[in-house]
């Protein structure tokens, strides 16, 4: 009956633990995780921007891995100023590297003039398409957890970004679950500039971001970065397990609980022998 009892608990102890683990995979379901999360300032002004963002990089907060841009440069196909990148983390041990892009291209902006945009990461593959122009790097790999996106305009310019919607793929790119709809964001910079953040996070790889970007002007058109935006992928520690993570811990958790079984076995053979 001791016997029965030890094997019930036994086998109780790995169901628990096996419903337990079920649940943390339900619950991150990736067509029911992402989130937008809302980002308070950490300095005087009441808007989140660069030095609020920086504070997060600084803190470890967030972990850039790497980051989808496009901003006006010199609104041309000449090679001096580039309109797309696919850029490293911006807090990359190598000064020399920090920042820069593993992939560019050339654009030319017509004003008010709505593009598509596709960001799609793999663990293991960016690829970045905006108006029909492809850029892809192999340069990164890993899982992600959270995007910021960050919209920039002066000068009497208007930085949009809209209709974004994210969806999680299996390692074949097909979907998984529901699209989830983002919206957008919008700067608009008079006499000085604006700059405008929004945070979605429980982000799961693969996934696919597809949305539409605009960039408008009156008057002379501004230039370099003053008419930008930027879609930061990486990590942040209040991440969510990924359902293989979690897996994992359920199978490590079975080892445990057959270790100690055979621990216990042990101990009661020890304890007849003497």
Not at 155 to 181: C, E, H, P
Not at 207 to 236: E, H
Not at 247 to 259: D, P
Request: net charge neutral.
């Amino acid at each position: 009956m001791r016997y029965l009892n030890k094997y019930v608990n036994h086998s109780k102890s790995i169901f628990v633990l096996g419903i337990a683990t079920l649940g943390l995979l339900m619950a991150a379901n990736p067509a029911k995780a992402f989130t937008l999360t809302p980002l308070v300032s950490q300095d005087a002004d009441t808007d989140f921007d660069d030095y609020d963002f920086n504070a997060m990089l600084d803190s470890n907060q967030f972990k850039e891995l790497f980051v989808a841009e496009g901003r006006i440069g010199n609104n041309s196909t000449n090679t001096a100023e580039r309109e797309l990148g696919i850029n490293r983390d911006v807090r990359d041990p190598d000064p020399n590297l920090a920042g820069k892009p593993v992939a560019q291209d050339q654009f030319v902006w017509r004003n008010g003039t709505l593009y598509d945009l596709v960001l799609e990461y793999t663990g293991s593959r960016v690829n970045y398409i905006v108006g029909g122009k492809t850029l892809s790097s192999t340069a990164f790999s890993g899982s992600v957890t959270d995007i910021f996106f960050r919209t920039r305009a002066a000068n009497n310019s208007t930085m949009t970004l809209s209709n974004f919607a994210i969806q999680s793929l299996d390692q074949n790119g097909n979907l998984l679950g529901n699209t989830f709809n983002i919206g957008g964001l919008s700067s608009t910079g008079q006499g000085s500039s604006d700059m405008d953040y929004l945070r979605l996070n429980n982000i799961f790889t693969p996934f696919r971001l597809t949305g539409k970007v605009s960039m408008s002007w009156t008057g002379a058109a501004p230039s370099r970065s003053n008419l930008a935006y930027q879609i930061k992928v990486g990590t942040s520690p209040q991440s969510v397990p990924e359902p293989a993570t979690v897996g994992a811990i359920f199978l490590a958790g079975i080892a445990g609980v057959g270790c100690s079984k055979r621990t216990n076995r042990l101990n009661k053979f020890n304890t007849v022998s003497l």
